[in-house]
């Protein structure tokens, strides 16, 4: 299983940036697709980005296509997210996890804590 810890959130201004950092240990991180979730209040986890773990081609929710970047050091075991551009609706507590395409995948362990991202209008 992988262990995760998420980390950068903050209290920005709308149209601001911020940079996440997710370290993985436990397993070899590098053999894992990894993706970025968010969870609003009152609202359902939701898929914000996955990044390949070989190929490392991206894929994007619709709402961050443009504005957000994930990347990963495979020798840092880490994967990052770039958000630019921030809006009031990307707030939420954001996590990482390993991935299997747009949800998490199967059996990867414990969710982190999440770090908080608030987006002031």
């Known amino acids: 299983q992988v262990q995760l810890v998420e980390s950068g959130g903050g209290l920005v201004q709308a149209g601001g940036s911020l940079r996440l950092s997710c370290a993985a240990s436990?397993?070899?991180?590098?053999?894992?697709?990894m993706g970025w979730f968010r969870q609003a209040p009152g609202k359902e986890r939701e898929f914000v980005a996955r990044i390949r773990w070989r190929a490392l081609t991206t894929s994007y929710a619709d709402s961050v296509k443009g504005r957000f970047t994930i990347s990963r050091d495979n020798a840092k075991n880490t994967v990052y997210l770039q958000m630019n551009t921030l809006k009031p609706e990307d707030t939420a507590v954001y996590y990482c996890?390993?991935?299997?395409?747009?949800?998490?995948?199967?059996?990867?362990?414990?969710w982190g804590q999440g770090t908080q991202v608030t987006v002031s209008s």
């Open positions: 996890a390993p991935a299997l395409g747009t949800r998490a995948a199967p059996g990867f362990g414990s």
């Open positions: 436990g397993h070899t991180f590098g053999n894992y697709d």
